[in-house]
């Protein structure tokens, strides 16, 4: 048996003595679907949000398997740390950074080097120097003659997540809200494609899962992100073997360049030249199990791949 730590988005005004609430519902019953499989293997599971870590340790951590607040368990003796999911994080980048330091002497997934590189988006020029073909993508003072002559540019946070600061700038006069500011974003080539749907593929190590397909809002046509809380919509998807092929070959990229990568989210977008990568999430991604219909499955396939993962480590430690 083990002992699992898993970082929690938590809803505190639904916490109580003996539940640990949940705060995005997109991701509310995948979270319940992984503890409670693991579980039944047999491992101890235990909650934590990660704004409750204090010096060295956690100041609260809530016993799944037994449905209420303990005392908490040192680090040290947690046998994984799966970063899951973290509320706020990209606005207190130091202090994620001070947890990730924490956890240095444990086994964590994603690795704890996949994590912080996956941080900023810069590691899209890193992968498209291997190969990897993504969507045009500039430092904000590369695009001043490119938007003057009529491109169209989205604008993005180096650092963010959810759609959040993401704006589309026809004239140098719609980047005025990042003035001064142009070093903690970049400009990625504007592609009509996404009104087609961004597929977002799910992998446990390089194995395709399931997929879901996100469309920009129907209502709002000046809308061109795809993000659930932004009015886009998410259904089912069968990817092709070309997105899948694609996909894993940005994981084995991924791997090649030091990172390795054991639970993902890839999102990619059509092109004339095949699947382009949108981004490539090591970080907090959202599963959409339960869009897919697949929560439970992909809980217990998620719960193995951990179990596997932890006895790998167990035996290499005692070699």
Same mark, same amino acid.
């Given at each position: 048996?083990?002992?699992?730590?898993?970082?929690? =988005?938590?809803? &505190?005004?639904?916490?109580?003595?003996?539940?640990?609430?949940?705060?995005?519902?997109?991701?509310?019953?995948?979270?319940?679907?992984?503890?409670?499989?693991?579980?039944?293997?047999?491992?101890?599971?235990?909650?934590?949000?990660?704004?409750?870590?204090?010096?060295?340790?956690?100041?609260?951590?809530?016993?799944?398997?037994?449905?209420?607040?303990?005392?908490?368990?040192?680090?040290?003796?947690?046998?994984?740390?799966?970063?899951?999911?973290?509320?706020?994080?990209?606005?207190?980048?130091?202090?994620?950074?001070?947890?990730?330091?924490?956890?240095?002497?444990?086994? &964590?997934?994603?690795?704890?080097?996949?994590?912080?590189?996956?941080?900023?988006?810069?590691?899209?020029?890193?992968?498209?120097?291997?190969?990897?073909?993504?969507?045009?993508?500039?430092?904000?003072?590369?695009?001043?003659?490119?938007?003057?002559?009529?491109?169209?540019?989205?604008?993005?946070?180096?650092?963010?997540?959810?759609?959040?600061?993401?704006?589309?700038?026809?004239?140098?006069?719609?980047?005025?809200?990042?003035?001064?500011?142009?070093?903690?974003?970049?400009?990625?080539?504007?592609?009509?494609?996404?009104?087609?749907?961004?597929?977002?593929?799910?992998?446990?190590?390089?194995?395709?899962?399931?997929?879901?397909?996100?469309?920009?809002?129907?209502?709002?046509?000046?809308?061109?992100?795809?993000?659930?809380?932004?009015?886009?919509?998410?259904?089912?998807?069968?990817?092709?073997?070309?997105?899948?092929?694609?996909?894993?070959?940005?994981?084995?990229?991924?791997?090649?360049?030091?990172?390795?990568?054991?639970?993902?989210?890839?999102?990619?977008?059509?092109?004339? =030249?095949?699947?382009?990568?949108?981004?490539?999430?090591?970080?907090?991604?959202?599963?959409?199990?339960?869009?897919?219909?697949?929560?439970?499955?992909?809980?217990?396939?998620? =719960?193995?791949?951990?179990?596997?993962?932890?006895?790998?480590?167990?035996? =290499?430690?005692?070699?």
């Amino acid at each position: 048996m083990s002992t699992i730590l898993i970082t929690m =988005a938590e809803d &505190v005004a639904a916490t109580s003595a003996t539940n640990f609430g949940i705060r995005f519902p997109v991701d509310e019953h995948d979270c319940l679907h992984f503890a409670q499989s693991l579980k039944e293997l047999g491992h101890q599971i235990y909650f934590v949000n990660w704004m409750d870590l204090g010096i060295n340790e956690f100041e609260r951590m809530f016993s799944y398997n037994n449905s209420e607040f303990v005392r908490p368990i040192n680090l040290r003796d947690m046998d994984m740390i799966f970063v899951y999911k973290m509320e706020g994080f990209y606005a207190d980048i130091p202090r994620f950074k001070r947890m990730l330091d924490r956890f240095a002497q444990a086994n &964590v997934i994603n690795d704890l080097a996949t994590i912080r590189h996956n941080l900023d988006k810069s590691y899209l020029w890193q992968l498209e120097k291997f190969g990897i073909r993504i969507i045009p993508s500039y430092r904000i003072p590369e695009i001043s003659e490119r938007i003057e002559q009529g491109e169209n540019f989205v604008i993005k946070p180096l650092k963010g997540e959810r759609g959040k600061g993401i704006f589309l700038a026809r004239t140098k006069a719609e980047l005025a809200p990042i003035r001064g500011e142009d070093e903690q974003y970049f400009a990625q080539q504007f592609m009509p494609s996404i009104r087609q749907g961004e597929r977002s593929l799910v992998f446990l190590g390089h194995k395709y899962q399931h997929a879901v397909i996100k469309h920009p809002s129907a209502e709002n046509k000046a809308e061109f992100r795809c993000n659930e809380s932004l009015g886009g919509t998410v259904a089912i998807y069968e990817p092709t073997s070309e997105e899948i092929d694609f996909c894993q070959r940005v994981l084995k990229t991924y791997e090649d360049m030091g990172y390795p990568v054991h639970f993902s989210r890839i999102d990619v977008i059509n092109s004339e =030249a095949g699947s382009i990568l949108l981004e490539a999430e090591l970080l907090n991604p959202s599963i959409y199990a339960n869009y897919s219909n697949k929560g439970k499955q992909f809980g217990d396939r998620l =719960a193995l791949y951990f179990d596997q993962y932890m006895s790998v480590k167990k035996k =290499a430690s005692r070699l």
